[in-house]
């Protein structure tokens, strides 16, 4: 397994701007830290769920229909270079709508992020499933995967206000670097 596009694919995806995270960084500027930490649990205990429920669903499809692994990996790819032609062409200078900043809306509203589902669907058959079937292995990628969201949620909380200024100021150069970090880890799926 190529650890580097893996980590890389997962740093970028959970830490780029998306619904959740754009929803905590309005809760900081509009409701506190507090409200938004308790709305980023919520969002980490779904991200997880999401997870363990791919896990499952891409371990039996493995097993059932061999030839489902090639198919998630081409889905993967596309989705990464999809993510990384919407990062490079974000404009974050548009204001975001608030929500309110609760454990339950941060956890249900996970459930419909597309980026989120997406996401927790192709990364395990992408990255983890060509190398390691073991239960134990794939639960470990879900366990570092849910890690690395929970740090994004919270990267967002904490540095929020850090971030809005320095990606309105430089957002072309850093939608452009991680546009690129992105589309690298869709072509190490397949070296």
Request: glycine share 6%; charged share 5%; proline share 4%.
């Amino acid at each position: 397994m190529d650890v580097t596009s893996f980590l890389l694919y997962c740093f970028i995806v959970t830490f780029t701007p998306g619904p959740i995270n754009i929803v905590i960084f309005s809760t900081v500027h509009n409701l506190g830290a507090k409200k938004a930490l308790e709305y980023a649990y919520g969002a980490t205990v779904a991200f997880g769920l999401l997870l363990v429920i791919s896990a499952l669903l891409n371990t039996v499809l493995i097993n059932i229909i061999p030839k489902i692994l090639f198919v998630m990996q081409i889905i993967g790819s596309l989705y990464m270079f999809y993510l990384a032609y919407q990062t490079y062409k974000m404009d974050t200078s548009k204001p975001t709508a608030t929500i309110t900043g609760t454990f339950m809306s941060g956890f249900l509203l996970q459930f419909l992020n597309p980026k989120a589902v997406i996401f927790t669907m192709t990364v395990i058959p992408s990255f983890i499933l060509p190398h390691y079937t073991v239960v134990s292995a794939v639960i470990i990628g879900v366990i570092v995967i849910t890690f690395i969201g929970f740090l994004a949620f919270h990267t967002w909380v904490l540095f929020g206000a850090i971030f809005k200024k320095f990606l309105q100021k430089q957002s072309k150069i850093v939608n452009a670097m991680l546009a690129l970090f992105l589309a690298y880890s869709a072509v190490m799926i397949w070296l």
